[in-house]
Structures are given as structure tokens and as C-alpha cells.
């Protein structure tokens, strides 16, 4: 069990990501809180996690107000007053397949407010509790395109926002014994993005991203779950202010 005794905070825990997350650190042990503005979607999660034998607890939060942060990381304090572990899952893309000409300025702030305001917000008050224990693993979520991508400007800002982020928090962080790091998937196959697409247009993109990546096929939540898994356990105990691209080879 390579989590037995943490308690673990993992947000976006409603989606496709996250859920396998949280199920997988139950499965090792973790008492899990699982956090979402998606509060059904969220004690579904919850519920899957009991069954299977995990222990766990349900915060709702929208991670693109600073108030909800602040309140999650206290309800987590006053319950549990200790937090081992934050996975920054919470995120989504706000303005897919804009031309460079059609940036809109809601959308691109909602991007930057999801994926990279709300990661920057999260770590803060991971410091403030991480810091005094002298222990702490941080993981956070940004994307492939941190490399670029045509087309989605700002969530490829966002998700390089955070490549950058994590590496400043490890520098700044290593001598209180934390570790931050980030996970950068390329396609994953979540249940979400299945559904938005269609069937039929999600085949079409999955077959043409599975015959562009090495290992022949898209990634599944679980894939990008062990992923979490290693670097929140102490087998990733000195590795800070690393981006593992989760992948199959693209982009090699």
C-alpha cells in the first residue's frame, strides 16, 4: 500500500481524470478528498471509491474562486488537520479551436482563471499546510500542448503556465522536503470529451492520434492515474520539478 496513512486532496474528482485518480489512491491506501464544482459527479466518485473498499470524503468546490479554495483547504485543516498530498486535476479547455484572430477575451480569461489561476491558488494553500509539517507531494495537471498547439492558444498559455509554476514551487519548496510536479498527457480518452465530441467525430480523432503515437493507441484515465500514483508515493522521492509526458511517444 504506497499510500497508507495519507490523506489526499484531489480536485476536478468528477471528471474522467480525476475519478481514476482518486480511485487509484484509495486503492493504495490514501483517505481520499475528492473536490468538484460538480457536486453529484463528485459523490458518484465518492461512492465508487466506498464500494470498493476506500476511505474517503466530499468537498464541492469551484476552483476559479479564490474564496471556495480558501474554504476547501480549511474544511480539509479542521477535519483532518494534516494534508500529505494535493493532486491539481480541476481544469478543461474554455476556447477549443479559435484562430489566432477570433481570441476572445472571456474566454481566454476563463482559461487562464480554470487551468492556470486556480492551479497557482491551490499550491498556495498546499505551502501553507505542506510547509509546517516538513512533508508535502504536489502534482500538477497541464497538458502536451504545454509544447504549443495550434488552435488553443490560451489553455496551451495556461498548461505552460504551469510547467513554469511547477518548477518554481519545487526550487522554492524542496527544503521543507515537498515535492511538486506535473503531469503532461497527450489525448486521453475521458468520458466527457467522448460524449462532447460525438461517436462518431471521437473515433475519427482517436484513430488518427493512435496511428500518430508510437504505442499505437490514446491514453486512458487509468494511464495518467498510475502516473499520479508514482509521483505521490515515495518511490518518487527525489524527483521535483519534473513534467512526465504521458504520451505513447507522440512528439518524440
Not at 495550434?150 to 514551487?169: C, D, E, H, M
Amino acid at each position: 500500500m504506497r499510500l497508507s496513512g495519507r490523506i489526499a486532496l484531489i480536485t476536478g474528482a468528477a471528471g474522467g481524470i480525476g475519478r481514476a485518480v482518486a480511485l487509484c489512491f484509495a486503492s493504495e491506501g490514501a483517505h481520499v478528498i475528492v473536490s468538484d464544482i460538480n457536486a453529484s459527479g463528485c459523490a458518484e466518485t465518492l461512492q465508487f471509491l466506498q464500494e470498493a473498499g476506500g476511505s474517503g470524503f466530499s468537498i464541492q468546490a469551484d476552483v476559479m474562486h479564490e474564496d471556495e479554495i480558501q474554504s476547501l483547504y480549511r474544511q480539509i485543516i479542521d477535519r483532518f488537520a494534516k494534508l500529505d498530498i494535493v493532486v491539481n486535476i480541476a481544469g478543461g479547455d474554455c476556447e477549443p479551436a479559435a484562430d489566432v484572430e477570433d481570441i476572445d477575451y472571456v474566454k481566454m480569461s476563463a482559461n487562464l482563471d480554470l487551468n492556470l489561476k486556480s492551479c497557482i491558488l491551490s499550491c498556495r494553500e498546499a505551502a501553507r499546510v505542506m510547509k509546517p509539517q516538513g512533508f508535502g507531494k504536489i502534482v500538477n495537471m497541464s497538458s502536451l500542448v504545454y509544447r504549443g498547439s495550434p488552435n488553443q492558444f490560451s489553455y496551451s498559455a495556461a498548461k505552460g503556465g504551469i510547467y513554469a509554476f511547477t518548477r518554481s514551487l519545487a526550487l522554492s519548496l524542496g527544503r521543507y522536503g515537498i515535492t511538486v510536479n506535473a503531469l503532461a498527457p497527450a489525448l486521453v480518452a475521458v468520458p466527457a470529451f467522448v460524449t462532447a465530441l460525438g461517436a462518431e467525430r471521437w473515433e475519427m480523432l482517436q484513430k488518427d492520434c493512435a496511428s500518430r503515437y508510437p504505442l499505437g493507441r490514446v491514453a486512458t484515465p487509468d494511464d495518467v492515474a498510475r502516473c499520479a500514483l508514482f509521483l505521490a508515493s515515495d518511490d518518487a522521492a527525489f524527483i521535483t520539478g519534473q513534467i512526465l509526458e504521458i504520451s505513447g511517444g507522440a512528439r518524440l
